[in-house]
Each structure stands twice: as structure tokens, then as C-alpha cells.
């Protein structure tokens, strides 16, 4: 009879229990630090009528960017194309009037607009686009980070274990990244009331920001082994989720962290969403080529893993 497997070496156990211990505060980091050492950094805003740089430098340095426009006409022009979250407008004197904000394009922003325009005493406050009044907050589209980068993660591995042979695992992935897609835009909308119009683009918006984490796994693991999904989890679970800004904005996160999270699938996806859903479409080309870029590198990725793969077991085989 074979003889029993000896236990692990009481050293082995010690290291992988401080593995452990290290990822678990990887983790807790990852989570914890952005939101607590959050503050707007470069925010940018409009103003109509003057300038207050000097003043809003004042209050908080490097806080906002300021874009001087003509009028107000001009400054929510800005704000639906997405160049800026608001817009403080001025009166003859030069003094603060009305605040313009956009609460879908970031509540936590318009937030603190709405602090910096009472603090600056503009008298009126007008909501450019808001959220539905079913989710007056966005709290679907801020819940949807995690199942967005979750869901392609898993949804990866389940088919690399249950369906045998590249072209199913391929099919597996595009079949379920139009479902899931289809899917989670009809609860957001029709369940939870967080959009409110252009179901179907907001639909392939969503199929495809999980197509491109589903493909990034695929092809990680096709080509790298077991390394890949560890790849793959860092970049999209550890980092991903939450640096993606869709619960606050990118510009409140600390310096530098807000642009990574956007280069990473679950941040583009939610910009993508937010802009195909609430602004016809407006700055939607940098996620949508971050998401093509994700989508491409994991289509090729397992494209060389299942090249590799066919070719080692002919070149194994005697001539």
C-alpha cells in the first residue's frame, strides 16, 4: 500500500499563515484607505460670470480646476458633456448666484458643490441631471461595482472548470456577458429604478464591461496557470473595486489612485454606465477604449494559451 501523505512542515504552515494574514490586510487596505483619505483633487468645476480660482484655492487648495465660461448657458453645456461636475454662476457683482450640479454624474460631488455653494452663499440650486426619483442617490449603479467584477471573475472560473474545450469556454463567455448584461440593466432599471432611459445601450455597455472581466480571467489563466486568477483578483477585485469611484467619483479619491481605478475594468464599466445612461453617450470614448483594450488583451491571452496548450502534446508524441 502507498504510503500516507506526510503532513505539511510545521515552517510551511508558518508561511502560509503570514501569506494569509498578509493578503487579509492587502485587502482591508484596499477597501479602507481610499474612502478614508478621500477629498476632491482637482475637481473640475465652472464658473460663469468671474473668477473665484484665487478664492476656491483659498478654501482648498488643489481641491478644484476651474474652467472660466461665458455664461450659464455655457457652463451646463459642460456639465451634460461631461467636461465638469458643476458650475457656480455669478452675478453682476461678481458675487455667487445660482450652483449648477449633476447629481448623476456623481452624488458624493454634488454633495460637497452643494457644501462649497452654501459656504460661498449662492442663493439657488439647480440639479442639471439628477438621478430617478426611484433612486434619488444612485445607490444601484454604486452597488454595482462588486457584481460587475465579481460576477466575470467567477463566471471565468466556473466555465474553465465545468466546460472541456476552448470553443465552448469561449461561447460560455460572450453567452453570458449578453445575458448577465441584459440582466443586471433590467433589475437596475425596472426593479431598482437607478436608470431611467436607453435600456439597450446601457445594456451593451454593461455586457460589455463583463465580457472584458470575464475574458481578462480567461485568458489569465489560459495562459498563465493558477498565477493568472491570483492576476487577475488583484487587478480586478483588490484594486478594481475599490478604486472605481462608483461609489464617490474618481476626483475624490486620493491623488493618482482616482486615474488607476479608471484604467481598470470596474471603473471603466462604471463610467461607461454612467455616461451611456444619464448623458446620452458624453465622455464615453475613454472607458469604452479601456474596456476594448481589457477585452482584446484577454482574447489574446487565451488565444496563446490554447495554442500553447494544443502544441505540447504533439510535440510530445514520437515521430
Known amino acids: 500500500m502507498p504510503e500516507p501523505t506526510p503532513p505539511p512542515a510545521w515552517r510551511q504552515l508558518a ?187 446601457t445594456a451593451a455597455a454593461a455586457a460589455l464591461g463583463i465580457s472584458a472581466t470575464a475574458w481578462t480571467i480567461l485568458g489569465l489563466r489560459t495562459a498563465l496557470g493558477n498565477a493568472g486568477l491570483a492576476v487577475g483578483a488583484v487587478a480586478l477585485i483588490l484594486l478594481g473595486n475599490p478604486l472605481s469611484g462608483l461609489a464617490s467619483a474618481p476626483e475624490l479619491l486620493p491623488a493618482g489612485w482616482g486615474a488607476l481605478g479608471q484604467l481598470l475594468p470596474p471603473g471603466a464599466t462604471g463610467s461607461l454606465l454612467r455616461s451611456v445612461a444619464y448623458f446620452d453617450g458624453a465622455g464615453a470614448a475613454q472607458p469604452l477604449l479601456v474596456l476594448t483594450f481589457w477585452l482584446a488583451g484577454g482574447v489574446a491571452l487565451f488565444a496563446l494559451g490554447v495554442r500553447r496548450a494544443q502544441r505540447v502534446p504533439a510535440e510530445a508524441v514520437p515521430a
Open 15 to 201: 508561511l502560509l499563515v503570514a501569506a494569509l494574514t498578509a493578503l487579509l490586510i492587502a485587502l482591508l487596505s484596499a477597501f479602507a484607505l481610499p474612502p478614508l483619505h478621500s477629498g476632491p483633487n482637482d475637481v473640475p468645476i465652472a464658473v460663469a460670470g468671474g473668477d473665484l480660482t484665487a478664492e476656491l484655492d483659498t478654501r482648498a487648495p488643489g481641491a478644484y480646476a476651474v474652467t472660466p465660461v461665458d455664461d450659464a448657458e455655457a457652463a451646463r453645456a459642460l456639465i451634460l458633456d461631461r467636461e465638469v461636475y458643476g458650475a457656480i454662476l455669478l452675478d453682476a457683482a461678481g458675487h455667487p448666484d445660482e450652483l449648477l450640479v449633476a447629481s448623476a454624474a456623481g452624488n458624493a460631488v454634488a454633495t460637497q458643490l452643494r457644501a462649497l455653494g452654501a459656504e460661498l452663499g449662492a442663493r439657488t440650486v439647480t440639479d442639471v441631471r439628477p438621478f430617478p426619483a426611484d433612486d434619488p442617490i444612485g445607490a444601484g449603479l454604486s452597488a454595482g461595482a462588486l457584481p460587475l467584477a465579481l460576477g466575470g471573475w467567477i463566471a471565468a472560473v466556473v466555465l474553465l472548470m465545468t466546460v472541456r474545450g476552448p470553443a465552448r469556454q469561449a461561447a460560455g463567455a460572450a453567452a453570458f456577458a449578453v445575458v448577465a448584461g441584459l440582466a443586471l440593466t433590467a433589475l437596475l432599471r425596472f426593479g431598482f429604478g437607478t436608470f431611467d432611459t436607453a435600456y439597450w445601450a
